[in-house]
């Protein structure tokens, strides 16, 4: 009788030890630049009280949350009518308490309230951990994926939305990554909503925006009219979004259509002022305001940052924006933050299409000891303390198999030198060094083995 053959959910990925060593490399150097640019390090639990979750996100990021079922007896708390009447949210919410978390942000909202007397203002902190999405799953787009976020809290100051564009500019400049930077303002969007005549339906605009690049301009404002806006608030907003020119060409003409509206011209001057600002700075990436530019999250309210990269289509590599309110929720009114998120399994499928990883992204064994029998196993055990305490990656066959087996190892593992040591070399208190690429051997001391090593690593 076959077994059948074990599978992972869908939307979930296996790393195997190469993947796992780049993708290190991609958390390192974006782990680098938070602390360079003086973030502190935070942890929260994979799960949170779905009261923490539940409407901060909008229906539609409700929908895609995922739910643990209450442990023990789940359905105990549900009545007989509950099972049957056809109500899955009022049934999910007596069956679960518990959900996976969505993203990064909203967590880290409810720790700074739940730690507020522990926490000096503006409090800057890092992120770097898994988020579940009950998403359906394509390219780019995973069920289960690493965010990996900064946040300044407790700070109106725009030069915080400058400092982490920055530190966007300065993570892609590191991984050879070529980007483009768009930005735009929750209050411009919402100028735009009065300048047409729908100034409740911001949320529905700005979700229907959101999803331009996705399914095109007509079918956007087929979701526009299906959401109820009118046919002439629809007319009038297609020249916002479609506005060509310079970012000062936009402005001046936002200025004139946004007038009206007292938020709009707000937004219009933050704008202006990072710019001003960003114009000083010598960046890498092209920075660009983009109308278009939504980002379908309830909670941000002022400007909004996306980065795409260039070379590769794949969405967006990472984005963020303002909240000027997101620890209200949670008890604790008043308190602004702006923070971004980079998607680091995105940015690992760009750099593995654009070829950019280098030799550092999968460092593997530099030595290995070869294995001849119980008394040369003892003789190097005691060298290979000697080399690992001189930071060399090194390690012994764990048994004496035939050579051309230890060695064909030592090649898929792509062992840079591998060290035999048998009767003739224990004897003089020497070792045999041999370089796998170009098949040298040269006989040495261990001394003169560290050396070498660390000699040609460091070339």
């Known amino acids: 009788m076959s077994s059948q053959k074990p599978s992972i959910p869908k939307g979930t990925r296996d790393f195997t030890p190469a993947e796992m060593l780049r993708r290190n490399y991609i958390f390192d150097t974006i782990r680098e630049v938070f602390q360079n640019f003086g973030f502190q390090p935070i942890e929260t639990p994979a ?215 007292a938020i709009g011209i707000d937004g219009i001057a933050e704008m202006q002022e990072i710019f001003e600002i960003l114009h000083l700075l010598e960046l890498r990436h092209l920075v660009s305001l983009d109308l278009t530019l939504a980002r379908g999250l309830n909670y941000y309210t002022g400007a909004i940052i996306e980065v795409k990269a260039t070379e590769v289509q794949i969405g967006s590599v990472c984005g963020g924006g303002r909240y000027d309110d997101l620890t209200g929720i949670f008890g604790m009114p008043g308190t602004s933050g702006v923070g971004i998120s980079f998607g680091a399994d995105r940015i690992y499928d760009v750099m593995l299409e654009s070829n950019l990883f280098g030799e550092s992204s999968h460092k593997s064994t530099q030595v290995l000891f070869a294995n001849f029998g119980k008394a040369e196993e003892r003789y190097c055990l005691r060298l290979l303390t000697q080399v690992r305490k001189a930071g060399i990656s090194a390690e012994l066959y764990p048994e004496a198999a035939k050579m051309k087996k230890q060695m064909t190892w030592a090649d898929k593992k792509e062992v840079a030198w591998v060290v035999l040591a048998g009767k003739e070399e224990m004897e003089q208190n020497k070792l045999t060094l041999k370089n796998m690429r170009s098949g040298e051997q040269i006989s040495c001391t261990l001394d003169q083995m560290i050396n070498r090593v660390k000699d040609v690593a460091g070339a």
């Open 47 to 261: 799960m949170e009280n779905l009261s923490v979750l539940l409407g901060k996100y909008g229906d539609e990021g409700d929908k895609l949350l995922f739910r643990i079922l209450n442990s023990g007896d789940f359905l105990s708390g549900a009545s007989h009518q509950d099972l049957q009447l056809d109500n899955a949210p009022g049934l999910s919410l007596k069956i679960s308490s518990k959900g996976l978390r969505y993203d990064l942000t909203v967590p880290f909202a409810r720790y700074v309230v739940q730690h507020r007397n522990e926490i000096s203002f503006p409090f800057k902190r890092y992120q770097i951990q898994p988020v579940w999405r009950a998403d359906r799953p394509q390219r780019g787009r995973y069920r289960e994926f690493y965010q990996c976020d900064a946040d300044i809290i407790g700070s109106d100051s725009l030069i915080n939305e400058v400092e982490l564009i920055q530190l966007v500019d300065e993570v892609f400049r590191r991984l050879g990554i070529k980007v483009q930077v768009k930005l735009n303002n929750r209050k411009i969007l919402a100028g735009i909503a009065h300048a047409i005549g729908a100034e409740g339906s911001l949320t529905d605009i700005t979700i229907a925006i959101d999803k331009l690049d996705k399914i095109g301009q007509e079918k956007v404002n087929e979701e526009l009219a299906q959401k109820g806006l009118s046919a002439e608030a629809i007319d009038k907003l297609q020249p916002i979004l479609l506005m060509q020119g310079t970012d000062e060409e936009k402005f001046g003409l936002l200025q004139r259509t946004l007038a009206g509206s």
